[in-house]
T-cell receptor, first 113, second 115 residues
Framework: DQQVKQNSPSLSVQEGRISILNCDYT??????FLWYKKYPAEGPTFLIS?????DKNEDGRFTVFLNKSAKHLSLHIVPSQPGDSAVYFC????????????FGPGTRLSVLP | KAGVTQTPRYLIKTRGQQVTLSCSPI?????VSWYQQTPGQGLQFLFE???????NKGNFPGRFSGRQFSNSRSEMNVSTLELGDSALYLC??????????????FGPGTRLTVT
């Protein structure tokens, strides 16, 4: 059974600085992880993914790091912008077939101007 | 390309009634998943359909059901509504093509309120 934890419910960061959001998972059998961003009254928006064959994936200001031995993911946003203020969800496969993803509870990021 | 669309966006029902929600995936996407989002439980997987077949199901009672049509559009149905079914219901579609196999694209959701 997969569990996904995001232990920080909220995070405040100054504009221009780095935001680091963390995620821990329990079942390392599955090899693909996703990050989503969600604004109020909208569905989650896919942000970035990482496969377990890598330990880092970068897309513009967003970088995801994977530490397989620690079963830990982190999302780095550099530089942070006020428009990044949203709830960020980490997701891991619940099983090895289909699209059963287990989502973490989310971290609310506030980027202060 | 148009995104995932869900109808209706808002719905108010009373206990005991049933409800049907609709989802149109992104054109060309054959996988459609449904999730329930509540403040207490977060985002929870309901089920996934691919080529009109339910491939995967989460831990929800049998009152929750769904189907997928040949054009990949999907519906989910909740019968005998309970107050605890009040939630945001999200539909997500996935291309399931090489290089993007697991990425899911979400619709705006249907906000269901049961009174």
């Amino acid at each position: 059974d997969q569990q996904v934890k995001q232990n920080s419910p909220s995070l405040s960061v100054q504009e221009g600085r780095i935001s680091i959001l963390n995620c821990d998972y329990t079942n390392s059998m599955f090899d693909y992880f996703l990050w989503y961003k969600k604004y109020p009254a909208e569905g989650p928006t896919f942000l970035i993914s990482i496969s377990s064959i890598k330990d880092k994936n970068e897309d513009g200001r967003f970088t995801v790091f994977l530490n397989k031995s620690a079963k830990h993911l982190s999302l780095h946003i550099v530089p942070s912008q006020p428009g990044d203020s949203a709830v960020y969800f980490c997701a891991a496969p619940g099983d090895n077939y289909g699209q059963n993803f287990v989502f973490g509870p989310g971290t609310r990021l506030s980027v202060l101007p | 390309k148009a995104g995932v669309t869900q109808t209706p966006r808002y719905l108010i029902k009373t206990r005991g009634q049933q409800v049907t929600l609709s989802c149109s995936p992104i054109s060309g996407h054959r996988s459609v998943s449904w999730y329930q989002q509540t403040p207490g439980q977060g985002l929870q997987f309901l089920f996934e359909y691919f080529s009109e077949t339910q491939r995967n199901k989460g831990n929800f009672p049998g009152r929750f059901s769904g189907r997928q049509f040949s054009n990949s559009r999907s519906e989910m149905n909740v019968s005998t509504l309970e107050l605890g079914d009040s939630a945001l219901y999200l539909c997500a579609s996935s291309p399931l093509t090489s290089g993007s196999s697991y990425e899911q694209y979400f619709g705006p959701g249907t906000r269901l309120t049961v009174t």
